[in-house]
């Protein structure tokens, strides 16, 4: 069977309830409520961080130069961890939305595939095909609903980056004892193992970020206290 007609399989597919489950889920599906929520989540973060420094060096007793250096040198490290916080949480956001989605899917995928073995005559695996409906028929679909939202481009880059490690990741070696032997389970765990693998790749720079603020923060404490003792 040939991608297109891999396609036409998967859009064709009636359940029991005479419905498409892809298209059903997708419907249903929306991420728009929580881009405003995570995006004031990450301001908050970024000002607390900010404002957390300026109040300690209130209680540290810095010289007033040091406190303009934290004031506006702790301005640049606040875009940058805006910045940072905003793909942090945005695009955690979105690949736990898209995990849950894949998750609930697994069923019907499955069923989907016990139809195409018996009338199709596909060569496909079950695991294969999975990974084929994933990456052909729901990120496509995903990618356009990203695309009624603000930041579309990026959103469908962190999706993306989700798509590459479900397709670079070896499911058989998942190790949990309750995923053994079962496609199913295994399947949703290799989806949970991916989207927590990308959240983290994708939280790399905000986490350099607060690395890089707490570091020089951090020093121009000691090189006050180096100060006042020699």
Known sequence: MNDEKFKE??????????????SAALSLWTIAK?????????ALVALLIYFGSLIGCYFIG???????????GGLI?????????FVKFISGSVISSVAELLSGLISPLDDMYDLYKE???G?????????????EIIFPRVSDALSLLP???????????MTNFLAEENMDDLSYDDVKGNVLKRMIAHINRAANRSKRFLGRPFYIALSVYAGCFGA???WHFYQSVW
């Not at 399989?9 to 892809?22: C, H, L, R």
């Not at 490290?77 to 916080?85: C, D, N, P, S, V």
């Not at 060569?123 to 990456?135: C, E, M, N, P």
């Open 9 to 22: 399989f998967v859009d064709s597919y009636q359940d029991a309830e005479g419905m498409n489950p892809i």
């Open 34 to 42: 929580s881009v405003p929520v995570n995006a004031i989540k990450s």
């Open 62 to 72: 810095l010289p007033w130069w040091m406190v303009l250096i934290v004031i506006f």
């Open 77 to 85: 490290g606040l875009i940058f961890l805006l910045l940072t916080g």
């Open 119 to 121: 009338n199709k005559g």
């Open 123 to 135: 060569d496909l695996t079950r695991t294969q095909f999975f990974k084929k409906a994933i990456r």
């Open 151 to 161: 930041m579309k481009n990026w959103l469908n880059k962190s999706v993306g980056t």
């Open 220 to 222: 121009l404490i000691c």
